[in-house]
């Protein structure tokens, strides 16, 4: 198996551009979570889809933020407006059968908005 | 609201020595997984190991095990045999009611 695929790997930007970031989790795995990691607060969970529907998206820091998953092999988290503040790294998972279980990880993708 | 708390920012080990990393949480829940993950320079989050809260017996992967003490919400990784393969950041997390809740992490250093 290839494992949770992330695209790009690297981002670089400029304020007030969009940024879309991409994932494809493993095959057959049905949730499917967003991470943002920064040196400051860590890794935070931003948003997570069972079966391509939303679950919680309590994480997600603001309307800039959005996120989709139009079917089960490919998942978006869009930053419109971007700003520097945006700069670290988001990270894709996934896992099958129940959000509780361990989940795999992506090679995440460095952003950053100069 | 679930926590994890890595109380060591950084630890370091010499080669072929062993080393424990401590990690403490936070929950209402009686039932709960609780898990170990590796952040090498590559940044990939690699599971090291896994503990269901319900089994008594202490999670062991070749190298690596955890001392799980449900009464007082500790699980430490220890590592044996430190190799330089090791050095990386070292993540305990949680997973009760809500998915993973990640501590702030350890930086292991291994000395040649």
């Known amino acids: 198996d290839a494992g949770v695929i992330q695209s790009p790997r690297h981002e670089v930007t400029e304020m007030g551009q969009e940024v879309t970031l991409r994932c494809k989790p493993i095959?057959?795995?049905?949730?499917l979570f967003w991470y943002r990691q920064t040196m400051m607060r860590g890794l935070e969970l931003l948003i997570y889809?069972?079966?391509?529907?939303?679950?919680?998206d309590s994480g997600m820091p603001e309307d800039r933020f959005s996120a989709k998953m139009p079917n089960a092999s490919f998942s978006t988290l869009k930053i419109q407006p971007s700003e520097p503040r945006d700069s670290a790294v988001y990270f894709c998972?996934?896992?099958?059968?129940?959000?509780?279980?361990?989940?795999?990880f992506g090679p995440g993708t460095r952003l950053t908005v100069l | 609201a679930q926590t994890v708390t890595q109380s060591q920012p950084e630890m370091s080990v010499q080669e072929a020595e062993t080393v424990t990393l401590s990690c403490t949480y936070d929950?209402?829940?009686?039932?709960?997984?609780l898990f170990w993950y590796k952040q090498p320079p590559s940044r990939q989050m690699i599971l090291v190991i896994r503990?269901?809260?319900?089994?008594?017996q202490n999670a062991t992967e070749n190298r690596f095990s955890v001392n799980f003490q449900k009464a007082a919400k500790s699980f430490s990784l220890k590592i044996s045999d430190s190799q330089l393969g090791d050095a990386a950041m070292y993540f305990c997390?949680?997973?009760?009611?809500?998915?993973?809740?990640f501590g702030k992490g350890t930086r292991l250093s291994v000395i040649a």
């Open positions: 998972a996934s896992t099958a059968g129940t959000a509780l279980n361990e989940q795999f």
């Open positions: 095959s057959g795995h049905d949730y």
């Open positions: 889809f069972n079966n391509n529907v939303p679950i919680d």
């Open positions: 929950t209402s829940e009686s039932d709960y997984y």
């Open positions: 503990q269901e809260a319900y089994k008594q």
């Open positions: 997390a949680h997973s009760g009611n809500t998915p993973l809740v």
